[in-house]
């Protein structure tokens, strides 16, 4: 049964006597238990009855009630987990998500201590076993709705089955707790037990301030004598700090005088450059003035060439010319023989003629009349012989028609007996015809003579444009190679005088850029960068740097050196355990973070090597201790070989698997693309383990200035 009516307030823990109890005035449920929907329970004034049969959720109502009130035992709630009292589902229904259930208090007279008229308290459950408690809204502690609660003991009582029972047969101290809730005593009880612990807190920093004074009164003189050290630190700072002014002006100064002087070396050379590219203008042109001359020079030596092979051409035909007229003078010759012994024949028979003689005396007349005709005709044929371009055909011509008369003279003269006179006559114009053409081929001879002369001094001539036109050409190709040489040399220079500027920018900008992300301290955590900034400030004393600043990694073992490091990375390296001591106290004061540190006063790398790792080293794939493998100075030795100095580097995870047979015991392999093997035989692997870059920035950093120092002689 659930009570709510105003009663008198004889136990009340407010003493205003004339306010009255706060009333109960709503009931919401939602996926409470067996109230799947939203059911709204009202409560006028008066006594508000709840009726019905077994089964149909009336102590369902008093269980929220107590619910939302912040009960925390199951067994009250008739539950063994949160998850009981969220609808479970049933008869076509979707068990329920959460559960929630708000009580209304109506507070006009404020009796609760809380400032509104209207107060509802709301609770909800999750299945995940989440709780969560709300005051008009507004989420609120569990302790927040007890305080707030815990007067209503006295006007609102959830009286569960079998509670008088229990509580009869309670012995008298059990009974207690059910007067104090009636005596409204809740809420002091937990004012109380909040009080005893603020008390036993206070009591408790009491304690550890006066252990934290016994342990500093001690150090108190060590502490001023580090002051008045950190005074005068800090005048050593300030005088420092002149000095470095003065000597980085100095610096400065030569710096910029460097510059002038680089860039008076850079004008230098582009005036330089300027006349080197003015020199292959001109040689250019001289080139194209060259190549015209040697082209005229072409020209010529074609139309003499041209003119060589006409005049070539004559001096073979006039050649044959003149053998054909020698041989036809042979032939001549040969019939003028020939003809003297046929005179020498008649003249025998003339005397054996002498009596025909009279007979043929009147066809002479006839003969002479033909020998005249002959004549005519020898002359035109002198006339056509004497055209040159006709000369052959004139030849034969005449020397058919000489064969012809010679044929009709031998046969007159064989059928008539009488033509001794034609033939002398003949005999006569042979000869001097014969005198004509030895006359024209002496002619002939000297034209041939003139001839070649000319062509001896057109070859001449010729040879001497060749040779001219050879040594023009050979300038010509000697300028050529010269100004393709310069070009080219030119060329190769501005090339790599522009591929070195690339370069040293390219290097220069990487080098400003991997400077920068380094003093920020991007990529380290962020006790560590603390450190390292109040180390550069000269706050702290004895810090070295990080792992990853101070040793040297193989670029290929980037990946297996950070898996195998991990966290210690980032540890910080400082001279000595005290310098450690201060950092941490630093890092406590500034609330910045945590860091390891690494004092190379306290850090032993070890006691030498195990006897069985000798066998895994001569392992195929095996590529060394990882302390072997990477570089630092002499005095890091000790925390290389803390931190690497059981990590076995090797090729891949077969060779890995190959050496854990042979690892001594705490000892690891690690693969170069970051697998990594245990001796108790896990392995650790999957994709690519993604790189910090910490490693590889420090590895830009320090080859950087050399890369640049290079490129800076190389581009002078």
């Given at each position: 049964?659930?009570?709510?009516?105003?009663?008198?307030?004889?136990?009340?823990?407010?003493?205003?006597?004339?306010?009255?109890?706060?009333?109960?005035?709503k009931?919401e449920?939602?996926?409470?238990?067996?109230?799947?929907s939203?059911?709204?329970?009202?409560?006028?004034?008066?006594?508000?009855?709840?009726?019905g049969p077994?089964?149909?959720?009336?102590?369902?109502?008093?269980?929220a009630?107590?619910?939302?009130?912040?009960?925390?035992?199951?067994?009250?709630?008739?539950?063994?987990?949160?998850?009981?009292?969220?609808?479970?589902?049933?008869?076509?229904?979707?068990?329920?998500?959460?559960?929630?259930?708000?009580?209304?208090f109506?507070?006009?007279?404020?009796?609760?201590?809380?400032?509104?008229?209207?107060?509802?308290?709301?609770?909800?459950?999750?299945?995940?076993g989440?709780?969560?408690?709300?005051?008009?809204?507004?989420?609120?502690?569990?302790?927040?709705?007890?305080?707030?609660?815990?007067?209503?003991?006295?006007?609102?009582?959830?009286?569960?089955?079998g509670?008088?029972?229990?509580?009869?047969?309670?012995?008298?101290?059990?009974?207690?707790?059910?007067?104090?809730?009636a005596?409204?005593?809740?809420?002091?009880?937990?004012?109380?037990?909040?009080?005893?612990?603020?008390?036993?807190?206070?009591?408790?920093?009491s304690?550890?301030?006066?252990?934290?004074?016994?342990?500093?009164?001690p150090?108190?003189?060590?502490?001023?004598?580090?002051?008045?050290?950190?005074?005068?630190?800090?005048?050593?700072?300030?005088?420092?700090?002149?000095?470095?002014?003065?000597?980085?002006?100095?610096?400065?100064?030569?710096?910029?005088?460097?510059?002038?002087a680089?860039?008076?070396?850079?004008?230098?050379?582009?005036?330089?450059?300027?006349?080197?590219r003015?020199?292959?203008?001109?040689?250019?042109?001289e080139?194209?003035?060259?190549?015209?001359?040697?082209?005229?020079?072409?020209?010529?030596?074609?139309?003499?060439?041209?003119?060589?092979?006409?005049?070539?051409?004559?001096?073979?035909?006039?050649?044959?010319?003149?053998?054909?007229a020698?041989?036809?003078?042979?032939?001549?010759?040969r019939?003028?023989?020939d003809?003297?012994?046929?005179?020498?024949?008649?003249?025998?028979?003339?005397?054996?003629?002498?009596?025909?003689?009279?007979?043929?005396?009147?066809?002479?007349?006839?003969?002479?009349?033909?020998?005249?005709?002959?004549?005519?005709?020898?002359?035109?044929?002198?006339?056509?012989?004497?055209?040159?371009?006709?000369?052959?055909?004139?030849?034969?011509?005449?020397?058919?028609?000489?064969e012809?008369?010679?044929?009709?003279?031998?046969?007159?003269?064989?059928?008539?007996?009488?033509?001794?006179?034609?033939?002398?006559?003949?005999?006569?114009?042979?000869?001097?015809?014969?005198?004509?053409?030895?006359a024209?081929?002496?002619?002939?001879?000297?034209?041939?003579?003139?001839?070649?002369?000319?062509?001896?001094?057109?070859?001449?001539?010729?040879?001497?444009?060749?040779?001219?036109?050879?040594?023009?050409?050979?300038?010509?190709?000697?300028?050529?190679?010269?100004?393709?040489?310069?070009?080219?040399?030119?060329?190769?220079?501005?090339?790599?005088?522009?591929?070195?500027?690339?370069?040293?920018?390219?290097?220069?900008?990487?080098?400003?850029?991997?400077?920068?992300?380094?003093q920020?301290?991007?990529?380290?955590?962020?006790?560590?960068r603390?450190?390292?900034?109040?180390?550069?400030?000269?706050?702290?004393?004895?810090?070295?740097?990080?792992?990853?600043?101070?040793?040297a990694?193989?670029?290929?073992?980037?990946?297996?050196?950070?898996v195998?490091l991990?966290?210690?990375?980032?540890?910080?390296?400082?001279?000595?355990?005290?310098?450690?001591?201060?950092?941490?106290?630093?890092?406590?004061?500034?609330r910045?973070?945590r860091?390891?540190?690494?004092p190379?006063?306290?850090?032993r790398?070890?006691?030498?090597?195990?006897?069985?790792?000798?066998?895994?080293?001569?392992?195929?794939?095996?590529?060394?201790?990882?302390?072997?493998?990477?570089?630092?100075?002499?005095?890091?030795?000790?925390?290389?070989?803390?931190?690497?100095?059981?990590t076995?580097?090797?090729?891949?995870?077969?060779?890995?698997?190959?050496?854990?047979?042979?690892?001594p015991?705490?000892?690891?392999?690690?693969?170069?693309?970051?697998?990594?093997?245990?001796?108790?035989?896990?392995?650790?692997?999957?994709?690519?383990?993604?790189?910090?870059?910490l490693?590889a920035?420090?590895?830009?950093?320090?080859?950087?200035?050399?890369?640049?120092?290079?490129?800076?002689?190389?581009?002078?």
């Open positions: 049964m659930i009570a709510s009516t105003p009663t008198p307030r004889p136990l009340a823990v407010d003493s205003r006597p004339d306010m009255q109890a706060p009333r109960l005035t009931l449920l939602l996926g409470f238990k067996s109230f799947v939203r059911t709204v329970f009202t409560f006028e004034p008066g006594i508000t009855a709840i009726v077994n089964g149909s959720g009336k102590s369902n109502v008093a269980d009630v107590r619910w939302v009130l912040g009960e925390q035992g199951q067994s009250a709630l008739r539950a063994r987990r949160t998850e009981d009292v969220i609808f479970a589902g049933g008869q076509g229904r979707a068990p329920a998500g959460l559960a929630e259930a708000t009580l209304t109506d507070n006009a007279e404020r009796w609760l201590p809380i400032d509104f008229a209207e107060v509802t308290v709301t609770r909800r459950a999750f299945r995940s989440e709780n969560h408690y709300l005051i008009n809204g507004k989420r609120v502690r569990l302790k927040d709705v007890s305080l707030l609660t815990a007067s209503l003991g006295q006007s609102h009582l959830v009286v569960g089955q509670l008088v029972d229990a509580a009869l047969s309670q012995r008298p101290d059990e009974r207690r707790a059910l007067f104090e809730h005596a409204d005593l809740a809420g002091l009880r937990l004012k109380v037990a909040e009080a005893e612990r603020n008390l036993t807190e206070t009591e408790s920093n304690e550890r301030l006066t252990d934290l004074l016994t342990e500093l009164e150090r108190l003189r060590t502490l001023e004598r580090a002051a008045r050290q950190a005074r005068e630190w800090q005048s050593v700072r300030d005088r420092l700090r002149t000095l470095q002014q003065a000597h980085f002006g100095r610096l400065l100064n030569a710096a910029v005088a460097r510059v002038g680089a860039t008076g070396e850079s004008t230098r050379r582009q005036s330089a450059l300027s006349r080197a003015a020199a292959l203008d001109k040689l250019t042109l080139n194209g003035t060259q190549t015209k001359a040697a082209e005229r020079a072409r020209a010529l030596l074609g139309e003499h060439d041209a003119e060589r092979g006409a005049v070539s051409e004559q001096l073979r035909a006039m050649e044959q010319e003149r053998d054909l020698a041989e036809r003078a042979t032939a001549l010759a019939r003028g023989d003809m003297a012994d046929t005179r020498e024949g008649l003249e025998a028979r003339a005397v054996a003629v002498a009596g025909e003689l009279e007979q043929v005396t009147a066809e002479l007349a006839a003969i002479d009349q033909a020998v005249r005709a002959a004549e005519t005709k020898a002359r035109e044929r002198d006339l056509r012989v004497r055209e040159q371009r006709s000369l052959r055909q004139a030849l034969d011509d005449q020397l058919r028609q000489l012809a008369g010679r044929a009709g003279a031998e046969r007159d003269l064989t059928d008539r007996g009488r033509a001794v006179a034609l033939l002398e006559q003949r005999a006569g114009s042979v000869g001097a015809e014969r005198e004509r053409l030895l024209e081929i002496a002619g002939r001879r000297d034209r041939l003579d003139r001839l070649v002369s000319e062509l001896n001094d057109v070859d001449a001539a010729a040879k001497s444009s060749a040779t001219t036109l050879d040594r023009i050409d050979h300038r010509l190709n000697d300028l050529s190679s010269t100004s393709d040489h310069a070009a080219s040399r030119l060329a190769e220079a501005t090339a790599a005088f522009a591929e070195s500027e690339r370069l040293l920018a390219h290097a220069s900008t990487r080098l400003d850029a991997l400077t920068r992300l380094h920020s301290g991007v990529g380290l955590h962020a006790g560590v603390e450190v390292l900034a109040a180390a550069a400030a000269g706050t702290l004393t004895g810090t070295l740097g990080t792992v990853a600043e101070l040793v990694v193989p670029a290929e073992l980037d990946a297996a050196i950070e195998a991990g966290s210690h990375l980032q540890d910080i390296v400082v001279e000595h355990w005290s310098d450690a001591e201060t950092a941490i106290a630093h890092l406590k004061r500034s910045a973070g860091a390891t540190f690494q190379l006063d306290t850090v790398g070890g006691h030498g090597r195990n006897p069985r790792l000798d066998a895994a080293l001569r392992l195929l794939g095996t590529r060394g201790v990882a302390a072997e493998l990477v570089g630092a100075e002499d005095q890091l030795r000790d925390v290389v070989a803390a931190l690497l100095g059981r076995l580097v090797v090729i891949d995870l077969p060779a890995a698997r190959q050496s854990l047979p042979h690892l015991g705490g000892w690891s392999a690690v693969t170069r693309a970051g697998e990594i093997a245990r001796s108790g035989g896990s392995v650790t692997g999957g994709v690519a383990a993604r790189e910090s870059g490693l920035r420090e590895r830009e950093l320090r080859e950087l200035p050399d890369e640049i120092r290079l490129f800076s002689a190389a581009r002078e």
